[in-house]
């Protein structure tokens, strides 16, 4: 299958995980996970009226963005080292992966310099799995409150990356567990942060995730085909 079909297949299943969750298809965007992949895939799917990209590696954005019409918005979702914060700051829409409070106010002196306010999501390690990334459920709040002083990033929601499954199912859990902490931070009315956006799902699992509650949802190799990691 060409890119275009694999993405005309993924619409239509986000379209049908919406219905079954009663929810409009406009809810829910379609990130496409462009890591490793080269830019005439990502200009395919650039035809079949993709926008969104996510790379999880700061160098790549920066290679492939110029390279593509400027109309794309470009997500951060991989984890973000601190020195690398200047470079892509003015490239990515949105950060999907801050999990510390240093992250943030680099991220916030950054911004500031350029009088930009950032929109970031917290990733959460919901499974709390040693290997991943993400502040602990937790720590989720506390972390939440003390970037809300920051007034160069803006906290729009959590991001997080569930288990590798064989059943997306095994996953419902999860994802249930990071919208009910959204739904909790919330209620705290915190000042400079909403909880609009849920960054969950990837290709084996964005039904389950939209059926509860995903607003974004990260797709790779659904859309691009396996990756292939040289060396
Ligand atoms: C690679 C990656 C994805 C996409 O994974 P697929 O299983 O290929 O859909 C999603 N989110 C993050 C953070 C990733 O690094």
Redesign the pocket.
């Known amino acids: 299958m060409s890119v275009s079909e694999r993405m005309l297949e993924t619409r239509e299943r986000i379209e049908n995980a919406c219905r079954r969750a009663g929810r409009a298809p406009s809810e829910v965007t379609l990130l496409a996970?462009s890591?490793t992949k080269p830019v005439l895939l990502l200009k395919e799917a650039y035809d079949a009226g993709q926008r969104e990209f996510?790379e999880?590696k700061v160098q790549e954005i920066l290679e492939k963005a110029p390279q593509l019409p400027d109309d794309i918005e470009w997500h951060m979702?991989?984890h973000l080292q601190r020195n690398k914060v200047r470079q892509v700051i003015e490239h990515a829409s949105l950060i999907?992966?801050v999990d510390s409070f240093r992250l943030a106010e680099e991220i916030n002196i950054q911004a500031l310099k350029r009088k930009l306010v950032k929109d970031v999501l917290i990733e959460v390690n919901a499974a709390g799995e040693l290997s991943k990334f993400g502040v602990s459920i937790e720590d989720t709040l506390p972390l939440v409150q003390q970037i809300s002083e920051l007034k160069g990033l803006r906290v729009k929601g959590l991001?997080t990356?569930a288990p590798y499954v064989v059943a997306s199912e095994e996953n419902r859990p999860v994802f249930r567990k990071i919208k009910q902490l959204a739904v909790d931070i919330a209620k705290e009315n915190i000042d400079n942060v909403s909880m609009d956006v849920l960054s969950m799902g990837?290709?084996?699992d964005?039904e389950t995730a939209i059926e509860e509650g995903a607003t974004i949802v990260?797709?790779?190799?659904?859309?691009?085909g396996e990756?292939v990691y040289s060396r």
């Open positions: 996970v890591k996510g999880n979702i991989g999907h992966s991001m990356v990837m290709s084996g964005y990260r797709v790779g190799t659904g859309i691009f990756r």
